[in-house]
């Protein structure tokens, strides 16, 4: 069974710096196609801001966090990570985890995601 667990988040100033954690289980981390992270704003849409390939095959990243977020993974510990920089007040919001299993098609398809974390609180406020 997935599961996917999110930890990191929290409260810090703009300009500030936070990573956060997505632990996997269930399964070893090669068995997911795709790793990503998304975001909801109160009253916005959810967002995917990093979809990636665990394996070959590129990283996207939205307009908004490009250049600031940077994702990696240690597959030894099953774990994703996001590196958030320069976080402005846009980004605060519930951060999630999310994956996709199997083989074959785009990690660059939203909608394909269909594992997900709990989600973890970021707020950037001064």
């Known amino acids: 069974q997935v599961h996917l667990v999110e930890s990191g988040g929290g409260s810090v100033q703009p300009g500030g710096s936070l990573r956060l954690s997505c632990a996997a289980s269930g399964y070893t981390y090669n068995s997911y196609l795709c790793m990503g992270w998304f975001r909801q704003a109160p009253g916005k849409e959810r967002e995917g801001i990093v979809l990636?390939?665990?394996?070959?095959?590129?990283?996207y990243y939205a307009d908004s966090v490009k250049g600031r977020f940077s994702i990696s993974q240690d597959i030894a510990k099953n774990t994703l990570y996001l590196q958030m920089n320069s976080l402005i007040p846009d980004d605060t919001a519930m951060y999630y985890c999310a994956a996709v299993m199997g083989i074959g098609g785009s990690c660059f398809t939203a909608s394909r995601y269909m594992y997900w974390g709990q989600g973890t609180q970021v707020t950037v406020s001064s």
């Open positions: 990636s390939y665990t394996g070959p095959g590129g990283t």
